[in-house]
């Protein structure tokens, strides 16, 4: 039996900690090594839209996605041979689909991207966290985030991509023809007076658009204004003030072919709701999902949403134009894939009707 | 049982330690990408003798950068949890005490959205934001829970829980603030998440710490066993308890402080292997410590193990799974009586 | 006669009287205490100056109604606080100035029984009672294990070692917290208010064992309590407070006098005494009548 021997059982615990100190070291210096990995061959530096610095390979033989926009954006430009993998949620074009996936845009899997032996990573900032950033930059992966906050701002992320894939001039012809596109929306729409628009990206809570986000600047582009005019990015309104302000268009935004307009009839029996002059004259917009994503298709959504709201000012064309994936959506009623489309404005993670509350002291 | 000699802790913690490096052998074989285990254990021998380089990259960034760090990590947050919940059980005398009660994990979650709010430009702002959120509401509650000069169960109990609710009100004012992207960040990590590499200077503070806080509680843990049939009574067995409790409260909540900076609020963990230890080895803390340390640490491996491996790709937060495994285990245990 | 004088008698037969010339072991000498909140502030409650000796193999009973100042008295006693004025002493140290190791070797406290958080095998919960004697990380070793036995045999508790606290009656447990005192080796038991919780049957059983320790291991006893007829049976001095006024100190004979008594603890009561010397007390339930 053991008697006063607090000084030897000291020591073996010491032994047992300095066991886990040396394992700490030798991954410390593993990691010193692997670094050195980031030697891409023949590389250049460039500047991320969020001032990080990138060394990229010349030509990125292969590409990661980690959003579903900028997977969009890779496919436009016709890159999509050298894109090695993406994320589950990337779903337009089909292909994308079909590539491998990588995991969720805010938790992907990191052994899984590191598998696919990517040149470059693509994240965005509106989307990824940056410890995933950080992670990858920490193991030697270069990553490039972009950062659009408007059209323009979107049309230039296309260029900056192109650039870090080294695909300029097929990125630059993307550009030219977007922009071209919007000039002409902007022709059209001269002298017209903006039509005052309320953007719902959730009903329950009511949340629209800041004005510093880029639905905002689309609709702007599209004729529109919105009537929420506060900075932050996904304001919780309230039904009283929309009643006061009564805009002239409501605009709801979905995926999926579903029941949007049985959506809408239930809505209009709500009070509230049934007091807005829109609803009462169905002045109402459904757009295609696209317009939540900062990629080419947006264009085609501020396209779809100018001639919602200014008829007068298409009135040769009588055809609708392609809705490219739009539908009807059901509020958070629809599968997971579904509401993770909508989930870079909608409120993340979260169960609609969970309090911030419970997701904070949920801790158990 | 026999009462507890040095051999029969020795064993034991033996016995677990040989538990846990079996358990990290089996996380370092598992995840997205397969290893098989008998390339493991040569290329760990490869890098004990430093011929680290003849590994190939990419499997060696996956082991080594990814996994690696990951389970470490994971020990050292599922020790400090399980040796600070212990504690705090014996220093409020109420079994279902846990890291947290003492409004520590929501100090640190104000600490680190206000650090997001603050600088977010600072890339290592969350971890250094919590901490410092961690320790104010330390010393805050240790002032509110000071009755006639020393430490009170009741009133330090009280005092955490009322410095919870208030930061969580705070909490979910400034969460309105914050953008779409950060809010998910900090949703993530207030669920507990391992995912997050430390810096090198953390792993450091969080070693010494983890080494200096165990230390601390274990040099009293004899004097915990008396404090626990009462603190008159262990007076009169000759225990300084004002001494004793400051120290475990001092220990156990920067225990705490470091775990949540580093992977934010894991739940369970805390509360239950103590008992489980409890109702396995005997209430002794002499033994109760060490064996907490590592049967948290073991249970946080097997945890994020499993996060990581149960959806693949997707990873989940360990807390999710803590908590979907530590709930079922905690009605057993109720129901078998919290001893 | 009741049950109570029953036992009360035949437990009378057993006794022995202390012989006057053993050594003072417990000294408390004027010894005062206030309760302030303040070192301004009017005191909340005032212990005034006390004096008695205990001196070994004696069993002295501290009786009194409630808030009478008895545990104030035992703090004073167990060195937990100090006497704003005169002294306690034991075996010639003031017990305030000693370190809590050292107290802990002297003096032991059996406290009213607290609840148990966590189960601990009774065996284990007396071997706590070395704790004084070992260093920080301590483990038990042979000789605290023998004394721990040996403790517990002196209570009649051998068969309780292996059992789980929280399982046994009030009457064991109270064995069991008592065995821990006595693995303390002390040389002053205090007991506070040890009777509360038990029968009539395990209450003459643990003083009688309490009297049996005092003879054979030379223990100083000092037990606080408000029972009367315990105190009666079984003290060799009782010191009788009130109002934290220590109204007066000696055997029970010399204590036990009826006006003082029934102006103590408001009650009417008659006093007579007993066969053995020791005073009897009896309660009337109306003026002039007995109800035994």
């Given at each position: 039996m053991g008697a006063d021997l607090p000084r030897f059982w000291l020591a073996v615990r010491c032994a047992w900690m300095a066991v886990i100190l040396l394992i700490f070291c030798e991954r410390a210096i593993a990691g010193q090594s692997s670094s050195a990995?980031?030697?891409?061959?023949a590389g250049r530096e460039l500047t991320d839209e969020v001032g990080r610095r990138v060394q990229v390979p010349r030509e990125a033989g292969r590409v990661v996605s980690l959003a579903p926009n900028l997977t969009e954006i890779v496919f436009a430009l016709g890159n999509?041979?050298?894109?090695a993998g993406d994320t589950?949620?990337?779903?337009?074009?089909?292909?994308a689909a079909q590539k491998p996936h990588v995991g969720g845009?805010?938790?992907?899997?990191l052994e899984e991207i590191v598998s696919l032996k990517p040149d470059l990573v693509l994240a965005t900032k509106s989307i990824n966290r940056r410890e995933t950033v950080d992670a990858l930059d920490h193991i030697g992966l270069p990553v490039f985030v972009t950062d659009p906050h408007s059209i323009e701002g979107m049309i230039a992320s296309v260029e900056h991509i192109g650039a870090a894939m080294g695909v300029e001039k097929s990125a630059a012809a993307l550009a030219e023809d977007l922009r071209g596109r919007l000039a002409g929306l902007d022709r059209r729409l001269a002298g017209d007076a903006q039509r005052r628009v309320l953007f719902v990206?959730?009903?329950?809570?009511?949340i629209s658009v800041g004005r510093t986000s880029f639905i905002a600047d689309a609709v702007r582009r599209a004729g529109g204004r919105s009537v929420v005019e506060t900075k932050t990015e996904w304001p919780h309104v309230s039904m009283e003030e929309m009643v006061r302000l009564q805009p002239e268009f409501l605009i709801f935004a979905s995926a999926h072919a579903g029941n949007t307009q049985h959506d809408i009839d239930e809505l209009r029996t709500r009070p509230g709701w049934k007091n807005l002059a829109a609803m009462q004259h169905g002045k109402i917009v459904i757009l295609s999902d696209?317009?939540?994503?900062?990629?080419?298709?947006m264009v085609d959504a501020i396209e779809q949403l100018a001639r919602a709201l200014h008829p007068e000012a298409f009135a040769l064309r009588t055809t609708p134009s392609?809705?490219?994936?739009?539908g009807f959506s059901?509020?958070?009623?629809?599968?997971a894939r579904t509401k993770t489309h909508r989930l870079k404005p909608a409120p993340p993670l979260v169960a609609p009707n969970t309090s911030i509350e419970e997701a904070c002291l949920c801790n158990r | 049982m026999q009462p507890l000699t040095l051999r029969r802790l020795l064993w034991t913690c033996g016995g677990l330690s040989a538990l846990l490096l079996a358990c990290v052998v089996l996380a370092l074989k598992l995840g997205a990408v397969p290893i098989s285990v008998t390339d493991l254990i040569l290329d760990l021998g490869r890098i004990a003798i430093g011929?680290?380089?003849?590994?190939p990259t990419e499997y060696r960034l996956i082991v080594f950068d990814l996994r690696l760090p990951r389970i470490l990590l994971g020990i050292m947050v599922g020790a400090a949890l399980s040796v600070s919940g212990a504690s705090f059980q014996a220093l409020l005398r109420?079994?279902?005490?846990?890291?947290?009660v003492l409004g520590v994990s929501s100090g640190a979650a104000l600490g680190s959205i206000l650090a997001l709010i603050i600088?977010?430009?600072?890339?290592?702002i969350t971890p250094l934001g919590a901490f410092i959120g961690a320790i104010a509401t330390i010393a805050g509650v240790y002032f509110l829970g000071r009755r006639e000069g020393q430490l009170d169960s009741t009133t330090l109990l009280l005092g955490g829980i009322i410095c919870a609710s208030f930061f969580s009100a705070i909490i979910m004012f400034l969460m309105t603030t914050l953008t779409g992207r950060d809010l998910r960040g900090m949703v993530f990590w207030l669920m507990g998440d391992l995912s997050t590499p430390v810096s090198a200077g953390m792993q450091w503070i969080f070693t010494v710490g983890l080494i200096a806080g165990i230390g601390a509680i274990y040099s009293t843990s004899a004097d915990l066993n008396l404090l626990l049939t009462g603190e008159r009574e262990a007076t009169h067995l000759g225990v300084d308890v004002t001494r004793v409790k400051l120290v475990v409260y001092v220990s156990a909540s920067l225990l705490t402080a470091l775990a949540v900076s580093a992977s934010g609020a894991i739940g369970y963990v805390g509360l239950l292997i103590p008992h489980a230890v409890r109702l396995i080895f005997g209430s002794d803390y002499r033994l109760l410590i060490p064996a907490s340390a590592l049967c948290g640490a073991i249970a946080i491996v097997l945890a994020d193990t499993l996060a990581r491996t149960i959806v693949p790709p997707t990873e989940l937060p360990v807390g999710a799974m803590t908590a979907m495994a530590g709930a079922p285990v905690f009605i057993y245990l109720l129901r078998r009586g919290l001893r | 006669m009741s049950t109570h004088e029953t036992f009360l008698q035949a437990a009378a037969g057993r006794e022995e009287r202390p012989s006057r010339?053993?050594?003072?072991?417990l000294n408390v000498e004027q010894a005062s205490y206030a309760y302030q909140v303040?070192?301004?502030?009017?005191?909340?409650f005032t212990l005034g100056a006390t004096s008695f000796q205990a001196r070994e193999r004696e069993i002295v009973a501290i009786l009194g109604p409630n808030a009478s100042g008895k545990s104030t008295l035992l703090r004073l006693i167990t060195g937990t606080i100090a006497p704003l004025s005169g002294r306690v002493e034991l075996d010639g140290q003031e017990t305030s100035r000693l370190d809590l190791r050292t107290r802990a070797q002297l003096i032991a406290v059996v406290h009213q029984e607290s609840p148990v958080v966590y189960p601990s095998l009774a065996g284990d919960f007396v071997l706590q009672?070395?704790?004084?004697?070992?260093?920080?990380?301590r483990f038990a070793n042979r000789q605290d294990i023998e004394i721990a036995r040996n403790a517990l045999a002196q209570v009649g508790g051998?068969?309780?070692?292996?059992?789980?606290?929280?399982?046994?009656s009030g009457g064991e447990k109270q064995r069991v917290i008592l065995a821990r005192a006595l693995a303390q080796q002390p040389r002053l038991i205090l007991l506070d208010?040890?009777?509360?919780?038990?029968d009539i049957g395990a209450q003459v059983e643990l003083l009688e064992r309490l009297r049996q320790l005092a003879q054979e291991a030379r223990y100083t006893v000092v037990v606080v309590t408000h029972e009367l007829g315990l105190a009666a049976e079984f003290a060799d001095q009782v010191v009788l407070l009130q109002h934290g006024r220590c109204l007066r100190v000696g055997t029970p004979a010399v204590v036990y006098q009826k006006e003082l008594l029934e102006q103590v603890f408001d009650a009417p009561l008659d006093v007579e005494i007993g066969p053995a010397g020791r005073p009897r007390v009896n309660l009337r339930a109306r003026r002039g009548e007995d109800i035994t």
């Open positions: 990995r980031s030697a891409v061959p999509e041979n050298h894109l589950d949620y990337c779903d337009y074009p089909a292909e845009t805010v938790n992907p899997n990206v959730w009903t329950d809570p009511l696209a317009i939540n994503r900062p990629a080419p298709r392609e809705f490219g994936g739009a059901l509020w958070g009623l629809a599968p | 011929r680290a380089n003849e590994l109420n079994p279902l005490a846990d890291p947290y600088a977010p430009g600072f890339a290592l | 010339d053993q050594a003072v072991r303040t070192a301004q502030a009017v005191p909340t009672g070395r704790f004084p004697y070992g260093r920080a990380l051998e068969h309780l070692a292996k059992r789980n606290i929280g399982e046994l208010e040890p009777t509360l919780h038990l």
